[in-house]
T-cell receptor, first 114, second 116 residues
Framework: DQQVKQNSPSLSVQEGRISILNCDYT??????FLWYKKYPAEGPTFLIS?????DKNEDGRFTVFLNKSAKHLSLHIVPSQPGDSAVYFC?????????????FGKGTLLTVNP | GAVVSQHPSRVICKSGTSVKIECRSL??????MFWYRQFPKQSLMLMAT?????????EQGVEKDKFLINHASLTLSTLTVTSAHPEDSSFYIC????????????FGSGTRLTVV
């Protein structure tokens, strides 16, 4: 049973346009969410996170939106650049105790075309 | 910033042999380290959580006798794949956090293991 779902395995966007990557979760105990970027044969790199007490967090070109009632979050990248092409993983965690381990989605391959 | 070094980056071994993968936090003390495994086009699956000085906690379905984890110091954790078989071929990634329950996860660069 997958608790973190990224239903789009791939997304293709034109350079300069907005990229929107989606993530859904089922575990209501999750209260912290992270996005990671990953290139082939490399470890994930942290991008941005959001706590459940917020509904939006912005960092430069990256914005994460959280809709707790829908158990849905999304990562917006604007403007998209060819260097953003990578696999993006959504991850979720509960706070403290044994719930701090991350649960990952399967990832979405983003391709930004010049 | 926090840096995690993972070695080797890739290794090829013969079936039946053991392989050790090291994960080091270079500029911080990692009280907790995590080991993940990733199959092609799949998610990162947590294998085990290790806390310095104590036994690792393995996820359901992960054989603790096959995947030996040692976290002897605050900067080093090792994963040993014992009696490796071709089905153990995968991408193994470690991550480290500065404090238990903290969210400052830093990932290593991963190890591509191929068992022939």
């Amino acid at each position: 049973d997958q608790q973190v779902k990224q239903n789009s395995p791939s997304l293709s966007v034109q350079e300069g346009r907005i990229s929107i990557l989606n993530c859904d979760y089922t575990n209501s105990m999750f209260d912290y969410f992270l996005w990671y970027k990953k290139y082939p044969a490399e470890g994930p790199t942290f991008l941005i996170s959001i706590s459940s007490i917020k509904d939006k967090n912005e960092d430069g070109r990256f914005t994460v939106f959280l809709n707790k009632s829908a158990k849905h979050l999304s990562l917006h990248i604007v403007p998209s650049q060819p260097g953003d092409s990578a696999v993006y993983f959504c991850a979720a965690s509960g706070f403290g105790g044994s719930n701090y381990k991350l649960t990952f989605g399967k990832g979405t391959l983003l391709t930004v075309n010049p | 910033g926090a840096v995690v070094s993972q070695h080797p980056s890739r290794v090829i071994c013969k079936s039946g042999t053991s392989v050790k993968i090291e994960c080091r936090s270079l500029d911080f003390q990692a009280t907790t380290m995590f080991w993940y495994r990733q199959f092609p086009k799949q998610s990162l699956m947590l294998m085990a959580t290790s806390n310095e000085g104590s036994k690792a906690t393995y996820e359901q379905g992960v054989e603790k006798d096959k995947f030996l984890i040692n976290h002897a110091s605050l900067t080093l954790s090792t994963l040993t794949v014992t009696s490796a078989h071709p089905e153990d071929s995968s991408f193994y990634i470690c991550s480290a956090t500065k404090r238990a329950g903290g969210y400052g996860y830093t990932f290593g660069s991963g190890t591509r293991l191929t068992v022939v």
